[in-house]
């Protein structure tokens, strides 16, 4: 859905009709042609994003794309959970200590009393084939932590 031409357009539309102040891109790995021409595109006075990593986008790309930001903010050049960098980009953007240190979901008590007490929750997928996972690792990993 991302990449059909027509549907960018309508939701970069959409948004623009809202009148934003401030666009916050909080994405490391960006892609040119998807993410960074919707932000050109987007007509807020404030653009903000973290400096990005060069997975997705030629030296060029990142080069042009910087113009479209009224302000990047630097994480560690280093792999990283993405959690651990969206949490440094926020810390720093809102210039306060966030004081969580692992992703958690808030379920409802109707949810939540259909749940064992101890769960985890596997997300399997990645956006190219070379970053997945065998579904098998998966499936290694969940034995060993339903046996310890």
């Known amino acids: 859905m991302t990449r059909n ?13 809202r009148g934003f102040d401030t666009l ?7 892609e040119f042609y998807v993410g960074e021409l ?3 595109r987007i007509t807020a006075l404030n653009k903000i994003g973290i400096a990005p990593n060069m997975t997705n ?10 113009n479209y ?13 993405e959690f651990n ?5 926020f810390e720093e953007l809102l210039n306060y200590k966030i004081d969580f240190k692992k992703p958690f979901i808030n379920l409802n008590d109707n949810l939540n009393s259909k749940l064992p007490k101890k769960y985890v929750v596997f997300f399997i997928g990645a956006t190219t084939s070379f970053r997945c996972w065998p579904v098998e690792n ?3 990993v969940a034995r060993y932590i339903l046996n310890n």
């Open 138 to 140: 998966f499936a290694k």
């Open 5 to 17: 031409y027509i549907y960018r357009y309508k939701i970069v539309k959409q948004i623009t009709a």
């Open 85 to 89: 960098r969206t949490k440094l980009f």
């Open 69 to 81: 930001y009224t302000k990047l903010i630097s994480t560690p050049n280093e792999v990283m959970f």
């Open 57 to 66: 986008m030629s030296s060029w790309q990142k080069r042009i794309s910087r």
């Open 38 to 40: 919707m932000t050109r």
């Open 24 to 30: 916050i891109c909080p994405v490391y790995s960006r």
